[in-house]
């Protein structure tokens, strides 16, 4: 616990004498990161910086629903052309086309959510090109 500030002493002498004392006493030494330039000093002033840091290290991210849905929604494409089967392919299209059914009839705050329901027949269609495309690759090596 650090001593209070002795009255008629300036904040800042009192400051500077406290850090040029736990100097002195070596507990600055070995700290991690010491010797590395600081981070985001050439980016402009976030007040939630550390927020976004944090979230950055804990691997965490947060979208409003309906622009997490919109990305659910593109990644299922990509999700599809990478199925085993085409009825794994349906499944994953029904999957998202209920939540996005649901997110229509019952809004989620945040932004339109701005797409409708993915065509089944044209996700299978995608699934199919892929595949064909896999096979002429496998069948060309």
Do not use: C, H
Not at 72 to 91: C, F, G, K, L, T
Not at 120 to 129: I, K, M, N, Q, S
């Amino acid at each position: 616990m650090t001593d209070r500030k002795p009255p008629g002493v300036s904040f800042e002498t009192w400051v500077d004498r406290q850090i040029r004392e736990a100097a002195e006493r070596g507990e600055f030494d070995d700290l991690p990161g010491a010797g590395r330039p600081l981070t985001g000093l050439n980016k402009p002033y976030d007040e939630l910086w550390w927020v976004r840091d944090k979230m950055a290290r804990e691997g965490v991210s947060y979208l409003p629903p309906t622009l997490a849905l919109r990305k659910e929604a593109e990644d299922v494409r990509a999700a599809a052309r990478a199925a085993p089967s085409e009825r794994e392919v349906r499944r994953i299209v029904a999957d998202i086309n209920t939540r996005i059914r649901e997110a229509l009839k019952n809004p989620p705050p945040g932004p339109p959510l701005g797409i409708g329901p993915l065509d089944p027949e044209e996700v299978v269609g995608e699934w199919r090109a892929a595949l064909r495309e896999r096979v002429r690759k496998r069948d060309a090596s």
